[in-house]
Every structure is written in C-alpha cells, then in structure tokens.
C-alpha cells in the first residue's frame, strides 16, 4: 500500500471541513482565530502534496506566503481582540455588533 | 513504513483539530493547536518539503501559538467557553450540516478526480529532501524576490498597526466613535445595575 496525493488531500478536505465547523460553532473570537488556522493547515496541505504530484516548486512556495500572511493576519486580530477585550472583557462574537452601524 | 506514518500523523492532525473545537478552556484549543500543527508538520516531512516543516514548527508552534497563549494570558484564562448555551437557536445543527456539506463536496471532488490529476509543472523542478532548502531559496530570491519584497512591506504594517492598536491612549482623546463608546461599557461590573 502506498501513500498516494488523494489520501493527503483527503485529510486537508477533512481538515478544512472540522476548521469551517469550528468557526462556525464556537463563539470565542481567539478559538475563532485557533480554527482559521486549521483551515490555512488545511491548504498548505494541499498545496505541498500537489506540489509534490506534479513536482513543481510553486506549491511549497505559494505555503511560504500563506505562512507569512497567517502570520501578519493574526498580529492585526490579535491586536484587535485585545483592543475590544481592554473595554468590554468577556466579549464573544455575538457581542462585537457596534461596527453595524 | 511510510503508510503507518501517514496514519499517525493523520490521526494526530484529526483528534488536535477535534480537540481546538471542543476545549472549553481556550489554553487547551492552543495546546491541541500545536498538536495538529506538530502533525502537518510530519506530513510535509513526509512530502520531502524538510524547510517548510522547520519553518511549520518554528512560525506557527513557536510564534503563532505563543502569540495566541500571551493574549489568553492578558485577557484571563478563567473565561471558560460555555458550549452549553447557545444564544442562535438551531446554529449547532446547521453548522455540523454546512460542515458536512462541505466535507461531502471537497470528498465528492476528490472522488472524481482521483485518477485524472491534470496539470503541468509551472517551471520550478522540485528537488529531493536534502536540495530543498536551496531551491527553496533561490526560486524566493530570484523569480519571486517582487513578491519577498511585497511580504515585507506587509509584516512592517501588521507590526505598525498591531502597535497602533494595542497602545494604550492617554488624554481625552478616545479612538472609538461615540456610537461605539456609548455601546459598550467600560467596567462589566458597573454595567450590570444600568444596562438595559
């Protein structure tokens, strides 16, 4: 039995599914945060195994910018939430309804 | 050999996800986040991809998840969700179907297109685990060194806005419009006796 590119990008779709659920279900904007991440697990997933079907760079390469913009997209949340926790803590989601205008 | 490892790292990546969506306590979903982070970093070890995996475990377990804990930190870590309640009626259901809607869809694709991956190699040849770190390198500094730059410019505004963000005002000025100052109170505990 060998480990083929269907069984990698089995496992990212089935982690990309439990990452969209997460952000669906819970409430709690850092364990939001927690279940995007997931999903950018989900699809640097896929890209690397692509990458490595077709044995092209692009893939790993195209994981490095998604590496660094996760990166800059949770320093800006994460400022964020503390921004709003500093004058309301105990905040979920549901709460955060001022910026509707 | 490599299948028992695919499995394991499978069933790691599965039950830390399982775990970041079910803790209660937002220290454990980081902790199982660094599970799961930990397995997809084997799997691109698995995949010949040896820099992306340094990096995986470095950025994201060393940086990302610490990050997340030194918010948990500030905020308080006895705000425990309560998955009990649920302020939209009828949103678990609907959520665990569009979740498996999803899943249904993504599976169904990858059913049908099992044998027929289609597709040419872009230029860039892949190497083998050891070259990895090089090609990596010179595909970054020389095809791609526009977009470098561009990552660049982009972590120096993250870092100047996350700064701005996070700063602590002092003076009468105050950042938030007043529909947003009238809306939110400022002390939970004074809020309880007037809050409508």
Known sequence: MVVTTGWYLALGAALFSMGSVGLLVRRNPLVMFMCVELMLNAVNLTFVSLGAELGDLGGQLSVFFVLVVAAAEVVVGLAVIVAIMRRRSGATVDDLSVLGG | ?196
């Open chain 2, 1 to 196: 050999m490599e299948v028992a490892v695919f499995i394991v790292s499978a069933v790691v990546v599965l039950s830390g996800a399982l775990g970041v969506l079910l803790a209660r306590n937002p220290v454990h979903a980081a902790l199982f986040l660094v599970q799961t982070l930990f397995g997809v970093a084997v799997l691109f070890v698995l995949l010949d991809a040896t820099f992306l995996a340094a990096v995986q475990v470095m950025v994201y377990a060393g940086a990302i998840v610490i990050l997340f804990l030194f918010v948990i930190m500030l905020l308080g870590v006895d705000r425990a969700d309560d998955l009990g309640i649920e302020p939209i009626a009828g949103q678990r259901p609907l959520a665990a179907v569009v979740g498996m809607s999803l899943a249904g869809l993504l599976a169904t694709v990858l059913l049908v297109a099992v044998d027929g991956l289609t597709g040419a190699p872009a230029g860039t040849p892949i190497g083998d685990a050891g070259d990895n770190t090089r090609r990596l390198g010179e595909a970054l500094f020389t095809d791609m060194v526009f977009a470098v730059e561009l990552t660049a410019i982009l972590l120096t505004v993250a870092v100047v806005g996350a700064v701005a963000l996070a700063r602590r005002l002092s003076g009468p000025m105050q950042p938030l419009p007043v529909v947003a100052i009238a809306e939110v109170d400022d002390d939970p505990d004074e809020a309880t006796g007037d809050d409508s």
